[in-house]
């Protein structure tokens, strides 16, 4: 789950990270009162749940009161990468005299926890690690003991020549890592981390992405999740225990299993057809579930032919029947269903759906062959 | 022979009494596991399926000399059951419960350093040794007793790919779901450390898909030291950036991680890749034909 900047450094400032004086506004009005509270120059960065935002437009130094109203209008209202931007953060200006880069993670393949720093800020870290990794310093914490002070120190005086500041950053870094395994992140980043001119350090953005599997020890920061940002029908999905990614095609898919949705999508593209979704019903499926499914999956009108693949295994194919044949009904479908079920309770699937018009494929190619077919 | 299972293992299965744990148990003795045990804290005493059910999972191993437990209880609870099992002294711990926190993996797997155990998992579908015992929730129907090793990050796929690979005559020595989340017990090349001694097995099918580089890993491993002929599968050429495709671990980071780039590695290091799980299933026939 992400949460937005300005939330990220309400979270810093819990754990006693500093960052700057600044604001989170929904309105023109807002932003103007807290520009006059924080002084002139401003920055006025746009939240939203996606990088490359200054790029877009949506972070803007406003130099004087007219500047103020035109970029807080500008910013508020516009989209970025398809998001409407709806809340602002306005900041005071900082006087910067070095950038650099901290963040944690956990390592998939060390499997440990690490902590990155790079001497430039502002980078996008995965691109530095594949074009130039022996850039990133990594810290390795060892998850019975923690991160030890001597570590936090070396990551501190690799990044500053200094020693007052390396041992600030230090401290920074033992903090941000408390925090990092205290609420289950997956990625906490400060991104630039800031020498002002007066010699201080200032997380100037903030970045926290929290495990979704930690997320029901964290009921606090479920609260955080920003709903309005989020797709309906992920969201949706999310609710009915499901898993559900829009894509641009026109052949909605129903799956069980995250890798035979992934493959099935795949297939799809491979004989020629677009698939309109990711959609995994899991296992366990109940009739009522697959009706859940159905009706995300058709409130994307680009739907235009429904392929079921499902390879019985805890799943059993009957109650995917009963399910596909009440939300026939019940929500009116009107798009060709193909389905190919195999597996558990295959045959009593079958009788129960015989009579149900739909079209039946022998195996997951032939499935996707005739739902590509269909269109034409 | 096979490996990490066979008809010698002696199963625990820890949340027996639950709706998964007793259906799979029923499921699993079907096909010719040995379930010596199941443990529930508080359902000491009692029988499911005929398996005694004990308190703790100590007593079980005591009582049963159970050498390997299968895990179906929920997330809340799953990393300690982990712990138990580890400290029960078993020698195989299989996790078929999702949802643990990733940061409980990483205290789990420095907790293990140094112990005689393995953990596979989680939210790992089980292994089957075919013709032998199985541990999880695979179907067994679709195995087929053979010489062909399977691993996967994925259920269903997996099934799809083992079943293809079935109806090409052919069966399999052992077949591991290693799990879809983003740290896990049990890794591609430590199964394919395995699956080189197995005399048994003639040839390897790899089961990838987005987020991490541990295909990417294993074939470069595949290249410098596994002399036995290796076959691949990348799910999520599709799949958009910066969206969790279900399993936890399937996410392409910003542009690392995507199917693309694994496909490129494992042709890169011989692997010779499908296009569909048909194809994959052809391509171990026409070598070992």
Same mark, same amino acid.
């Given at each position: 789950m992400k949460v937005h900047e300005y939330q990220a450094k309400e979270i810093f400032n819990k754990y006693d990270i500093p960052t700057p004086k600044e604001k989170m506004c929904v309105s023109i009005d807002e932003v103007i009162a807290a520009s006059t509270e924080l002084g002139l120059p401003c920055v006025i960065k746009a939240q939203v749940h996606v990088g490359g935002r200054g790029k877009a437009g949506g972070i803007k130094i406003a130099k004087t009161e007219q500047e103020v109203n035109e970029y807080a209008k500008q910013i508020l209202g516009m989209e970025i990468k398809g998001l409407p931007v709806k809340k602002v953060l306005v900041s005071q200006v900082i006087s910067i005299a070095s950038e650099a880069y901290l963040g944690i993670i956990n390592d998939r393949t060390a499997k440990k926890t690490v902590m990155m720093a790079c001497k430039q800020g502002g980078v996008e870290i995965e691109e530095v690690a594949r074009k130039k990794p022996e850039a990133i310093f990594k810290v390795y914490a060892d998850p019975l003991v923690g991160f030890l002070p001597h570590k936090a120190r070396q990551i501190g005086l690799f990044l500053y020549d200094d020693p007052k500041t390396a041992f600030a950053c230090a401290k920074i870094a033992e903090k941000l890592y408390k925090m990092f395994i205290e609420l289950d992140s997956s990625l906490a980043e400060i991104n630039p981390l800031v020498v002002t001119d007066s010699g201080e350090l200032i997380a100037l953005d903030a970045k926290i992405n929290f495990d979704d599997n930690g997320l029901y020890r964290h009921p606090d920061i479920e609260l955080l999740r920003d709903r309005e940002s989020e797709d309906v029908n992920e969201l949706r999905a999310r609710e009915s225990d499901l898993s559900y990614v829009k894509l641009d095609g026109n052949i909605g898919c129903v799956v069980n299993g995250a890798g035979l949705a992934m493959a099935t999508m795949d297939l799809v593209k491979h004989f020629g057809g677009e698939p309109a979704n990711f959609l995994d019903i899991g296992g366990s499926s109940s009739p009522q579930k697959v009706q859940n499914a159905l009706e995300i999956l058709l409130?994307?009108?680009?739907?235009k032919v429904i392929f079921f693949n499902i390879f019985g295994g805890i799943t059993r194919c009957d109650d995917v029947a009963n399910g596909i044949l009440v939300a026939k009904k019940a929500l009116n479908i009107k798009q060709p269903i193909v389905t190919r079920l195999t597996g558990t309770n295959e045959d009593k699937a079958m009788d129960i759906l015989k009579e149900a018009g739909l079209i039946f494929a022998q195996g997951m190619d032939d499935g996707a062959k005739k739902a590509i077919e269909l269109l034409k | 022979m096979s490996i990490l299972i066979n008809k010698d293992t002696r199963l625990v299965v820890q949340g027996i009494t639950g709706r998964d744990g007793s259906f799979h148990t029923g499921q699993m003795i079907k096909y010719g596991t040995k379930v010596v045990a199941g443990v529930t804290p508080g359902k000491g005493g009692k029988e499911v399926e005929g398996v005694p059910v004990f308190n703790t999972v100590v007593e079980a191993v005591k009582k049963t000399e159970a050498n390997a437990a299968v895990i179906f209880v929920p997330a809340k609870f799953a990393t300690g059951a982990v712990y138990e099992a580890i400290d029960a002294g078993v020698k195989l711990v299989v996790c078929v419960?999702?949802?643990?926190?990733?940061i409980e993996l990483v205290k789990i797997t420095a907790y293990l350093k140094g112990k005689d155990c393995r953990l596979v998992g989680p939210n790992s579908p089980g292994i089957v040794s075919a013709g032998e015992a199985k541990v999880g929730i695979l179907p067994g129907n679709i195995f087929k007793k053979g010489s062909v090793g399977v691993i996967s990050r994925s259920g269903t796929l997996t099934y799809e790919i083992v079943d293809h690979i079935t109806k090409t005559g052919l069966g399999q020595s052992t077949c591991i779901g290693?799990?879809? $989340?983003?740290?896990? %017990?049990?890794?591609f090349i430590d199964c394919l450390e395995l699956f080189a001694k197995d005399d048994d097995t003639e040839a390897v099918v790899v089961v990838g898909e987005i987020g991490g580089r541990d295909e990417q890993d294993t074939a470069e491993y595949v290249k410098k030291y596994f002399k036995k002929p290796v076959f691949g599968f990348i799910a999520g050429k599709t799949a958009p950036a $910066?969206?969790?495709? %279900?399993?936890?671990?399937a996410i392409i980071s910003g542009t690392s991680g995507t199917a693309a780039e694994k496909v490129k590695v494992f042709e890169a290091c011989g692997i010779k890749v499908g296009e569909t799980p048909a194809d994959v299933a052809r391509f171990v026939k026409d070598k070992l034909a």
């Amino acid at each position: 789950m992400k949460v937005h900047e300005y939330q990220a450094k309400e979270i810093f400032n819990k754990y006693d990270i500093p960052t700057p004086k600044e604001k989170m506004c929904v309105s023109i009005d807002e932003v103007i009162a807290a520009s006059t509270e924080l002084g002139l120059p401003c920055v006025i960065k746009a939240q939203v749940h996606v990088g490359g935002r200054g790029k877009a437009g949506g972070i803007k130094i406003a130099k004087t009161e007219q500047e103020v109203n035109e970029y807080a209008k500008q910013i508020l209202g516009m989209e970025i990468k398809g998001l409407p931007v709806k809340k602002v953060l306005v900041s005071q200006v900082i006087s910067i005299a070095s950038e650099a880069y901290l963040g944690i993670i956990n390592d998939r393949t060390a499997k440990k926890t690490v902590m990155m720093a790079c001497k430039q800020g502002g980078v996008e870290i995965e691109e530095v690690a594949r074009k130039k990794p022996e850039a990133i310093f990594k810290v390795y914490a060892d998850p019975l003991v923690g991160f030890l002070p001597h570590k936090a120190r070396q990551i501190g005086l690799f990044l500053y020549d200094d020693p007052k500041t390396a041992f600030a950053c230090a401290k920074i870094a033992e903090k941000l890592y408390k925090m990092f395994i205290e609420l289950d992140s997956s990625l906490a980043e400060i991104n630039p981390l800031v020498v002002t001119d007066s010699g201080e350090l200032i997380a100037l953005d903030a970045k926290i992405n929290f495990d979704d599997n930690g997320l029901y020890r964290h009921p606090d920061i479920e609260l955080l999740r920003d709903r309005e940002s989020e797709d309906v029908n992920e969201l949706r999905a999310r609710e009915s225990d499901l898993s559900y990614v829009k894509l641009d095609g026109n052949i909605g898919c129903v799956v069980n299993g995250a890798g035979l949705a992934m493959a099935t999508m795949d297939l799809v593209k491979h004989f020629g057809g677009e698939p309109a979704n990711f959609l995994d019903i899991g296992g366990s499926s109940s009739p009522q579930k697959v009706q859940n499914a159905l009706e995300i999956l058709l409130n994307d009108k680009n739907v235009k032919v429904i392929f079921f693949n499902i390879f019985g295994g805890i799943t059993r194919c009957d109650d995917v029947a009963n399910g596909i044949l009440v939300a026939k009904k019940a929500l009116n479908i009107k798009q060709p269903i193909v389905t190919r079920l195999t597996g558990t309770n295959e045959d009593k699937a079958m009788d129960i759906l015989k009579e149900a018009g739909l079209i039946f494929a022998q195996g997951m190619d032939d499935g996707a062959k005739k739902a590509i077919e269909l269109l034409k | 022979m096979s490996i990490l299972i066979n008809k010698d293992t002696r199963l625990v299965v820890q949340g027996i009494t639950g709706r998964d744990g007793s259906f799979h148990t029923g499921q699993m003795i079907k096909y010719g596991t040995k379930v010596v045990a199941g443990v529930t804290p508080g359902k000491g005493g009692k029988e499911v399926e005929g398996v005694p059910v004990f308190n703790t999972v100590v007593e079980a191993v005591k009582k049963t000399e159970a050498n390997a437990a299968v895990i179906f209880v929920p997330a809340k609870f799953a990393t300690g059951a982990v712990y138990e099992a580890i400290d029960a002294g078993v020698k195989l711990v299989v996790c078929v419960a999702e949802g643990l926190p990733t940061i409980e993996l990483v205290k789990i797997t420095a907790y293990l350093k140094g112990k005689d155990c393995r953990l596979v998992g989680p939210n790992s579908p089980g292994i089957v040794s075919a013709g032998e015992a199985k541990v999880g929730i695979l179907p067994g129907n679709i195995f087929k007793k053979g010489s062909v090793g399977v691993i996967s990050r994925s259920g269903t796929l997996t099934y799809e790919i083992v079943d293809h690979i079935t109806k090409t005559g052919l069966g399999q020595s052992t077949c591991i779901g290693i799990g879809g $989340d983003p740290i896990i %017990g049990t890794k591609f090349i430590d199964c394919l450390e395995l699956f080189a001694k197995d005399d048994d097995t003639e040839a390897v099918v790899v089961v990838g898909e987005i987020g991490g580089r541990d295909e990417q890993d294993t074939a470069e491993y595949v290249k410098k030291y596994f002399k036995k002929p290796v076959f691949g599968f990348i799910a999520g050429k599709t799949a958009p950036a $910066d969206k969790r495709m %279900g399993h936890a671990g399937a996410i392409i980071s910003g542009t690392s991680g995507t199917a693309a780039e694994k496909v490129k590695v494992f042709e890169a290091c011989g692997i010779k890749v499908g296009e569909t799980p048909a194809d994959v299933a052809r391509f171990v026939k026409d070598k070992l034909a």
